[in-house]
Structure formats: C-alpha cells, structure tokens
C-alpha cells in the first residue's frame, strides 16, 4: 500500500446482464479463445507495482433477471479493485457517498457496494490474488 488513504487501482470485474448467459460464455469462448466457466472469465494481468506477482479482473455475464446490480437500474456493474478498503469507505461515507452495505470479507478479499451520482451500483474489491493462484492455473483468459 503506497498510504493510509484507501484508493481505487485498476479495475476488478466487468458484469453485464444477458439473455442467456451460458449461451453468451460459449458465444466468447468459441470466437474471442477466452477460458470460460461457470463463473465467466478471469483475466489474468501484472500490476506495475509488482510484476512478479500476478493480478485477476473478472468477466460475468449475470442472467437479465438478477437482482445483483439492484438498486441500480443499469445492464452492467463495474468492480474495482481497491486498496485500504476501510479507510476508503471511512471517507466515502464523509463525503455523503451512499455505501449500500458493509464490508464483507472472504478468503480472495474484502468486497463492498456503493452507488455513484447517477445511481450505478459499484463493487469495491480488495482482492487477495494469491487465492486465484492455486484455483486458476491455466484456467485464465491472457
């Protein structure tokens, strides 16, 4: 971490609604070579900070019915990985910021979601990508 102060530093995930999701994965594995699998893809990438370590961005298409992306009325949410998630979110509520819940910790990171102005619902990710390491060898979109 470069400071005490929570920032965003890079992007996490990109999730999308579709008419059919199984189909839509098929659709990008066959015709863009992308790894895919119940979940979508992850992209498998190195930060500037610490190359030899790697980094993960997620790709998911959600059915078009999911209630994920609520309160937001969009086709799409955007996850961005964080850093002092805490002190982040801390300041956010300072700012009058709409934080929809708390932080929520699992063994690849700390997640929580927030509304920006035009009510587009964000997921803020501190990820641990030492867990992906294990479970994703060779299962990753490069």
Do not use: C
Request: aromatic fraction near 14%; charged fraction near 30%; glycine fraction near 6%.
């Amino acid at each position: 971490m470069s400071d005490n102060k929570g920032r965003v530093t890079g992007i996490g995930g990109i999730f999308f609604k579709s008419s059919n999701p199984a189909k839509t994965k098929e659709w990008y594995s066959q015709n863009l070579g992308m790894k895919t699998d119940e979940y979508g893809t992850m992209f498998e990438f190195r930060t500037s900070e610490n190359p030899e370590e790697k980094a993960y961005l997620q790709w998911s298409p959600f059915s078009e019915k999911t209630k994920y992306f609520e309160p937001s009325q969009k086709e799409f949410m955007i996850n961005y990985r964080v850093e002092n998630m805490e002190a982040l979110v801390e300041e956010l509520k300072k700012k009058g910021v709409t934080v929809l819940d708390s932080i929520e910790t699992f063994e690849y990171g700390k997640f929580v979601h927030i509304l920006d102005p035009e009510n587009n619902k964000i997921e803020l990710w501190e990820p641990i990508d030492v867990v992906f390491d294990k479970t994703n060898e060779g299962k990753t979109t490069k």
